[in-house]
């Protein structure tokens, strides 16, 4: 007997109400050990009856501290193929690109093909959501993508399929590669999944355009060049594959300006580490681990960005009143502000300690217009490897910015140019908004004309400077002269006054001695003159 189609259906539905009570029942009375035991198995008998395999590539590895080369790589290999076969994609735009790149979306599938196998990829993103008590509450993203294949592929698959998507996804990546600029996330900004937050990184600074010194110049590069081929020398010599570098120099000196042209020039992603925001020496660790290969870690004014001396304020009484304590938002507050920051110590961990091992090919600059501010144990070499100092505009690094600006190799001005850069102090920076055309057509003569006398005009501010403060030395010299003269004055009337009072009080004292003296004197003359009349009577 042929059945119809509604029988069909009707038999499937009572099949699955029934599983369906059946399973309620394990779950509502079994006890849980029996649970896992016929979840096991039934597990086990699936396995058998269902003849697909599936990988799971997860976005991040250990515990979500790094993200998976995987999952990018297969992010890269799908984006070649889901333009024509997924049905819901995003897409972004890559600088210097006619075209958007577009990748799958979230929760969507394709279906990919293999030397004649058949297979399914499916991107998956499952939101946890945190339990722990926080005034800034947050979802926790979970994704990954899923390979799911017939198993009698097996072999294939592992060998030489996974081998395929992996080598292909980084020649996409490399083909797309976009440079870019990261800034890490305040611990407030809850709404950030990612501990760090990028923009395309569009600096055009080059060492070409550079306006220093060229002999230091070249030095910098034969210095990076090294670094970057020296994998095998760091191995050799046991050293975790970094390099650090300490710019140093008054502000305007082109300090910023260098870390772009560093980057431009390696190739490698700058990562913008701001120290005030980062809550304490674990979340800096955290920092360190998500941090690409090829890359620059930068920390700017850290002389000013923490106190690094390892001393801290104190923190505010706890007994702040019982009802202040019983409020849970205000014992949150009041349990952050007990956390600790990021201290010399945690800070040092950082640029050479062994969690700095975890990745390769990085560099570690640190900029400060206050070298002689910073603790020596964090300049160190070793730690901060080369010391580039970022001094005021050279005759040398002029002539780069005439070029820069001007296209100009000569002009009859350089002689004076020359003269008055040594006489005085003018950053690059000043330098070159002086050389700069003011307006569309502006002739090379007035940019020179006006760089030579905010030049002039610097010197004779200098001098005057320098002749203020050689006045204002001079008088405090003086002043300085005058109270020591005061105070020796005051000095030698307060010892006249206590010799006086001596004397005084000297006077005072012997003048009683002979009034006491007199005194004696007469009592016994009185006494032997009534002996005398005794004896004559």
Not at 236 to 248: M, S
Not at 263 to 283: G, H, P, Q, R
Not at 356 to 364: H, M, N, Q
Not at 490 to 508: F, G, H, P, T, V
Request: hydrophobic share 35%.
């Amino acid at each position: 007997m042929v059945m119809t189609m509604g029988e069909l259906w009707t038999q499937v539905g009572s099949l699955m109400a029934t599983v369906v009570f059946v399973c309620a029942i394990i779950q509502q009375y079994f006890p849980v050990p029996l649970r896992a035991h016929i979840d096991r198995y039934a597990h086990k008998l699936t396995g058998l009856l269902y003849p697909y395999i599936t990988i799971t590539f997860p976005e991040y590895t250990g515990e979500r501290l790094r993200r998976s080369e995987a999952f990018t790589a297969i992010q890269n290999y799908l984006a070649t193929r889901s333009t024509i076969r997924a049905t819901r994609m995003r897409a972004e735009a890559v600088k210097n690109s006619k075209s958007l790149i577009l990748s799958m979306d979230d929760n969507e599938e394709v279906i990919d093909e293999y030397e004649g196998v058949k297979i399914w990829w499916t991107s998956t993103k499952v939101m946890l959501t945190n339990k722990s008590f926080s005034r800034y509450p947050s979802n926790d993203e979970k994704r990954s993508y899923q390979l799911t294949f017939h198993r009698q592929h097996r072999e294939i698959i592992l060998e030489t399929f996974i081998h395929h998507i992996m080598e292909e996804g980084k020649s996409v990546e490399k083909k797309n590669r976009q440079r870019k600029l990261y800034m890490n996330s305040s611990k407030n900004e809850w709404w950030h999944k990612s501990n760090w937050r990028h923009v395309p990184f569009e600096h055009p600074a080059k060492f070409r355009t550079l306006a220093m010194d060229p002999e230091m110049k070249q030095g910098i590069i034969n210095d990076l060049i090294k670094f970057k081929n020296g994998k095998e020398y760091y191995e050799k010599v046991g050293k975790a594959w970094k390099r650090g570098y300490l710019l140093y120099g008054p502000p305007g000196t082109g300090k910023s300006t260098m870390i772009a042209a560093i980057a431009n020039f390696m190739e490698y992603d700058v990562y913008d580490l701001e120290l005030t925001s980062v809550k304490d020496n674990s979340e800096l660790k955290k920092l360190l681990i998500e941090i690409s290969n090829k890359s620059i870690i930068v920390i700017e004014d850290i002389d000013c960005s923490l106190d690094l001396t390892g001393q801290r304020k104190k923190k505010k009484t706890e007994d702040e009143g019982d009802k202040e304590m019983k409020d849970p938002v205000k014992q949150a507050e009041k349990e952050e502000e007990k956390q600790s920051k990021v201290t010399l110590s945690g800070l040092l961990n950082f640029i050479d300690g062994i969690w700095s091992a975890c990745g390769g090919e990085r560099l570690i600059i640190f900029t400060t217009n206050h070298k002689e501010k910073l603790d020596e144990a964090l300049i160190r070499r070793g730690r901060m490897d080369k010391h580039i100092e970022m001094s005021y505009c050279s005759f040398a690094a002029f002539k780069v910015l005439s070029m820069n600006y001007l296209d100009v190799e000569w002009h009859e001005s350089y002689h004076r140019i020359d003269q008055l850069l040594k006489e005085t102090e003018m950053t690059p920076a000043d330098v070159a908004e002086n050389l700069m055309p003011k307006y569309e057509g502006e002739e090379t003569d007035e940019c020179f004309k006006r760089l030579v006398g905010a030049l002039e005009t610097a010197k004779e501010e200098a001098k005057k400077k320098a002749e203020e403060e050689a006045e204002a030395a001079k008088k405090a010299e003086k002043e300085k002269e005058a109270e020591a003269a005061k105070r020796a004055e005051k000095e030698k009337e307060e010892k006249e006054a206590a010799a006086k009072k001596d004397e005084e009080s000297s006077i005072y004292t012997a003048e009683n001695n002979g009034i006491k003296c007199n005194g004696v004197a007469t009592k016994e003359a009185k006494e032997n003159g009534h002996m005398e009349n005794d004896q004559n009577s």
